[in-house]
Structures are given as C-alpha cells and as structure tokens.
C-alpha cells in the first residue's frame, strides 16, 4: 500500500481499505486508526464505530461505557492530586465544529495514546450571539445532541445521556476529559435573573449611569417579582409570595424559581421567550448587570460616548458599549457577559472598590456546588479555569492567599474534596506584571493552586526570538514553580484569521516538540492536524474560533459548517511523528528532559538538542530556523556542550546524517524548521 500525502490521497485510502487501516488499531499495533483524516473520522457511521469500540474495548466494557447509568473510572481516579497536568499532552475540541458530543469518541480515534486527555469547551446552553462563553443556564447545550446515536441507542435519548456515555468511553480508551469553568454567564442569563443576588447591577439611562450602589440587586428582585406577579408563572407549582422569599433558596429551590420564571428545560423556546419579556421589563427602567472586564484597572466603568458604539437587537432595544473610565494597555469590557459579585464593594461602591477581605461566602459556594455536580455527574477529571489571568487586587498577590483569594481556587478545593485527583488547567499568558493583571501573573497561579497554565507560546512565530526566549523561559517556570506552562500548539481561539502568521510555517515542529518535551504539558485544538497554511485570510468557515459564536452577519459571521483543511502534506508528517511518540511513549511518559543544546537567544544557529532520562540512546534535534537550511553545523564547544560531543564521538557512525572530520561531528542538511530523532 502507497503511503498518501495529500488529502485526495488520504480520502481515496479510506474509502477503498477501511478494514486494512482498521485492523493495526484492532490488534493493538497501533494507539489509533492511520491514514484516517478528523474530517473522515467524524463521519463514520454510528454502527462502524460501535462495532470498533466493541472489539477495541471488549464486550463487557464497551456495554458497560454505553450505558449512561454506570460509571466508568478515570486513568487518573487513583492519583493523589492534579499533578498529572504538569505533563500530560492536551487536546482542546470546540464541540460546535465537530456538532455533537458523540462525534469527540469519532475524532478520538485519530488521536495518539501520547494526546491522552481532551478539553471540551464550554457545554452549556448559549446566551447573546451563542456565544460558547456566554452560558445562558446551566443546561448541558442541545445542539450536541446526536440523532444518529440516539437512532441507533434509543436509550441515549437526552444530550446529558449522550454526555455521560461519551466520557465513558473515553475515560475507557485510556484519556481523560476536562471542562471549562466560566467566572461568568450570559449577562441576562437564567442563572442572572434567577438569582441577582450572585451579580452586581447597575442602572443606565442612554449615556449615564444612574445608580450602581451595593445593593440595587434588592431593585432588581422586586422588578422582576413585580412582573412575576404580573404575566403569572409559568408552571404551575407553588412559590412563596413576597419579593425576599422568592429569591432565598431556602425557600424555594432555584429549580424551581427557573421553573416559575421561565418554564420546562425541554422548552428551549418558550423559556427564551419568557427570559426576553423579563429583560424587556428591567431594561425599561434602565437596569443591567454589569459587564465583566479585563485587565487592569478593571473596575470604573462609563458608558461609551461614541453614538455609533452601540448594539439594536431584534426588538429594538438600544444597548450602549460600555469602556473603562480610566483604560490601560489591556484593559476591555465584555458587554455580553456579566461576572459573579464574588466581594462586597467599598464605600457603597461609589468608587467601585471592591473589598477583598469581605467575601461574599454564599455566591462562592454556589457557583462551586454547580460545578461540583458537572464534575461527578459526568465524571470530568479536570477543570480548564477561563480567565484565570483575572487578579484584581492593585497591590498583587497576597503573601499567604487563603482559599476566597481565586474563585478557580475554591472550586478546585471544592471539588478535590469529593474527587482527590481532579487537577486545575488555567487559561493564562504569562504577561508581563500589571499587563493583563495586577501583579505578577507567575506568583497568581501559585496563589491560584494552579497544576498546569496555557501559556502563548500559540502566538509567536516558531523560530523568532521571542518565541525562543519565551520558551525559554516556560521550560524553567515548569522546573521551579509549583505549576507548569504548556507547550502550547493551537488553541481553538487562536485559529482565527488575525493569528495566521504563527502557522505558515514550523507546524510539524510544535508537535515535535510538545510530543518529546516530556517534563512539561502541551495543547492543541482540533483542525490543527489538516490546517492549510493562509498566506492571506480564507473565508470565516475555516477557523474553529469563528465557532465559539453564531453570527450571521459582520465580520465573525459563518455562512455553514465548520470546513477542514486540505493540508494532506501537514497530516502525513505529523502522523509520523505521532507514531514514534507512540512507539516511545511507555518508556518516556512524566520523564525529565536533559539539554545538550538549549534554547537561548545566544543560539546563532536556533538549534536545540535533548536527550530524555530512560531513553538514553536517542538524541532529539530541531533546527527552529523555519527560513534557512542548516547544511552544516559544528557541534562542538560552547555551541553544544561537553556530553553531545562525547555522544556524537562515541556513536557517530550509525547516525544519519552526521559525519566526522578531523574531530568536529557535523549534522548534514537540517533543513528549516525540520526535527530528527537519533538513535544511537
């Protein structure tokens, strides 16, 4: 069989020799099915893939992971805590591209036993532009229903069903599963208007502020109390009959204040339309939850002045943008999204101070109760903590942080007590101090209990002296700090038109690189494996970031699916590499690397070398010049060290593409960008 290397080639392979590219994964000569593109495995019928899992898995297993009544353990169920994170290789999945939850088993299979964990963003019902960050309650989001399954396995008739099953399965393929956990919700979300006592609130009229004192949620509960009364429940349970009873959770639950409020879960439309005539009533007297911001100063919001910066919904309501008072570099608002009022505010927040030594307990414990219930419910092994760079405190991170100090904190304390080895993965940079937040982001994480952090490695041209200086530096945060930055490949929110420039070029190099860089994590997102270079942007279909919303118009608008790439080329040559990574992964898996040549900005030649503890007769090399070919490197003295030049003197002559004369070993034709691995 002729081994493909374009996409017409990998597609003709598949459909003329399914069987014979199954049976490797079958038999176990290998971790995943070759030759089969993402694209193509997410279209496998349902009966081919339960026929697979069956004999993969075995019978009892896979009827055991199919049933959504059981529970099958995690790989990590036995570990002590979450540091596992520090080294595991991550695979971050935008669900909305792949359309269903069932679909993630499908694009499993194209997944090495080296990628062995999954993060799946955010599940939950989606609020303005449906956006994926958004969550407009805390329903599991229909639109990752799969009727297919639910066809074939009647049973699986609920999306919380097809969930459970489909993190069995994999738990049962040896990955684990992470979720998102969101500091924030739609800003007029169920969750917000079922319960304004967990948000802050303030009142606009047009350009103006009115009021954004402590307390205007007390307002805001008779407001909507009062259209309660008015337009009757909408179902017909018993609720208490006053303003204060009706929002305190012990006396009513808040399931059923959602049920009063806004109707039946299995009624999607009608509880939106409920939840528009509540907004329409507090938007009429101008009251609004306060928009989440980022970066310092955070906190001093005003209303755009600007007549052209603002939103007309489909029901004609005017919203108003709104910006920081006094900005910084960084500084944003997200006008769709409302955060948790996690601290009482000082002075009557006339200033917009929040108090940090007065914690408000109550909204802290809810919101990591309903995470607690997401991650025993479905099982989820970890959390991937958005907008963990958030530190608002101006004087930087407390000397000895106590658990109300990060909300992502809590939650993970809170859950580790039911689930000792659940671990906490943070979306963070690593800028530069008082840039996206106060302080210095490094001395957050540890405050944050942080395991593992994504890093921006994803935004920097392989090669460049940023790039190398930045890794760097990671590689030592991972040796000396109690959390451990990611290599990181691709990021669903990365893949968007602005960040093209990062993968012209040097692709195979990232996953070479966070494959066999052992002793740190790595991340990539789905359609990384087929992505075709843009030179200049290709339509909005082709980026997965474009599908964290639902846009039909302006410049984040998607007109259809999400569109794979054509990239056969790019697939063929990391294939290779996850083959070998395969192959070596039993004897490298949490080892420590050793440099022979380091990553430094002194490296002329952008050359590094390593050799990885239990593997000592392999050699890695990288030529991260993805623009000039190495025809000739000394690998001598200060270059490369004492310990390589004796490996090469000891062993030059069984390797490739490396010659001897008159004592200096040179690498012949590294070309750029391009990774070898010795075995000597």
Same mark, same amino acid.
């Given at each position: ?84 994170? #520090? ?31 999954? @993060? ?23 639109? =990752? ?17 097809? /969930? ?19 500091? @924030? ?24 502020? /009115? ?5 205007? @949620? ?6 909507? =109390? $009062? ?38 879960? #299995? ?66 608002? =997200?006008?769709?999204?409302?955060? %948790? ?67 992502? #904190? ?7 007590? @039911? ?10 940079? /690593? ?11 490094? $001395? ?26 930045? %890794? ?26 602005? %960040? ?28 990384? $494996? ?61 080892? #420590? ?54 490996? %090469? ?32």
């Amino acid at each position: 069989m002729n081994i493909p290397n374009t996409h017409d080639d990998f597609c003709q392979l598949w459909a003329n020799n399914q069987q014979h590219l199954i049976a490797p994964y079958l038999n176990g000569q290998s971790q995943f099915i070759p030759h089969l593109l993402p694209e193509l495995a997410v279209k496998i019928p349902t009966a081919q893939i339960a026929y697979l899992l069956e004999r993969k898995l075995g019978q009892a297993t896979f009827y055991q992971a199919i049933n959504p009544n059981n529970t099958v353990d995690s790989p990590v169920k036995s570990l002590p805590d979450g540091q596992w994170l #520090k080294t595991v290789n991550m695979v971050g999945i935008n669900v909305r591209t792949i359309q269903s939850f069932w679909n993630v088993v499908k694009y499993s299979l194209t997944l090495p036993a080296s990628q062995s964990s999954i @993060h799946l963003l955010p599940i939950w019902e989606c609020g303005v532009v449906a956006s994926l960050y958004g969550m407009a309650g805390w329903n599991i989001n229909p639109e =990752f229903y799969d009727a297919e399954l639910a066809s074939y396995y009647p049973h699986l008739d609920t999306v919380e069903k097809q /969930l459970k099953v489909v993190v069995n399965i994999l738990h049962a393929l040896g990955k684990t599963v992470g979720m998102d956990v969101i500091p @924030h919700t739609d800003r007029y979300s169920e969750i917000a208007l079922a319960n304004p006592q967990y948000f802050e609130w303030l009142q606009r009229k047009e350009f103006e502020i /009115l009021n954004h004192e402590e307390n205007l @949620h007390l307002k805001v509960q008779e407001r909507i =109390f $009062e259209f309660l009364q008015k337009v009757g429940a909408s179902v017909d349970i018993p609720y208490p009959d006053n303003v204060q009873a009706f929002f305190d959770n012990t006396q009513i639950s808040e399931s059923d204040r959602i049920l009063v409020l806004f109707g039946q879960k #299995k009624d999607l439309w009608g509880r939106n339309g409920r939840r528009n005539q509540f907004i329409s009533y507090l938007f009429e007297e101008g009251y609004e939850p306060v928009p989440a911001t980022m970066a310092p100063p955070y906190r001093g919001l005003a209303v755009d002045p600007h007549d052209e910066a603002k939103t007309v919904d489909e029901d004609g309501r005017v919203w108003r943008d709104y910006v920081i008072a006094k900005p910084q570099a960084m500084s944003r608002v =997200f006008g769709p999204l409302g955060r %948790f009022k996690l601290h009482e505010a000082k002075n009557n927040n006339a200033d917009w101070e929040i108090d940090f030594e007065k914690p408000r307990v109550e909204v802290w414990e809810y919101v990591a109760n309903r995470y607690l219930s997401f991650a025993l419910d479905f099982n989820f092994d970890f959390m991937r903590g958005d907008m963990s760079h958030v530190q608002m405190r101006p004087e930087g991170t407390p000397e000895n942080p106590d658990l109300y100090y990060d909300i992502h #904190k809590y939650i993970k304390h809170f859950i580790r007590q @039911h689930k000792p080895s659940f671990g906490y993965f943070a979306e963070s940079f /690593l800028a530069p101090p008082n840039e996206m937040a106060y302080g210095v982001e490094e $001395e957050h994480l540890e405050g944050s209990d942080t395991d593992s952090t994504l890093g921006d490695l994803q935004s920097m041209v392989v090669g460049s002296p940023r790039f190398i200086a930045e %890794f760097a530096r990671y590689h030592e945060l991972a040796q000396t700090r109690s959390f451990a930055p990611n290599f990181t490949i691709m990021t669903a929110d990365k893949d968007d038109p602005r %960040f093209d420039e990062f993968y012209l070029k040097g692709n195979e190099l990232r996953l070479f690189m966070a494959l066999f860089l052992t002793d740190m994590p790595s991340y990539m997102s789905l359609g990384y $494996e087929q992505r075709d270079p843009h030179p200049v942007p290709a339509p909005n279909e082709n980026y997965t970031k474009l599908y964290v919303f639902q846009l039909d118009e302006g410049p984040k608008a998607t007109h259809g699916p999400y569109i794979w790439g054509k990239n056969g080329t790019l697939f063929h040559n990391l294939e290779q590499i996850k083959v070998i990574a395969d192959q070596l992964m039993p004897k490298i898996i949490h080892q #420590k690397i050793h440099w022979l040549i380091s990553p430094s900005a002194e490296n002329q030649h952008k050359v590094i070398a390593w050799k990885i503890e239990g593997l000592g007769n392999y050699v890695f090399l990288a030529n991260l010049d993805i623009e000039q070919d190495i025809t000739a490197i000394e690998l001598k003295g200060a270059l490369i060290g004492t310990e390589l030049k004796n490996i %090469f003197s000891t062993f030059a002559s069984p390797l490739q593409n490396v010659t001897q004369s008159n004592g200096v070993f040179i690498v012949n034709s590294l070309l750029a960008g391009e990774c070898k691995i010795f075995e000597l």
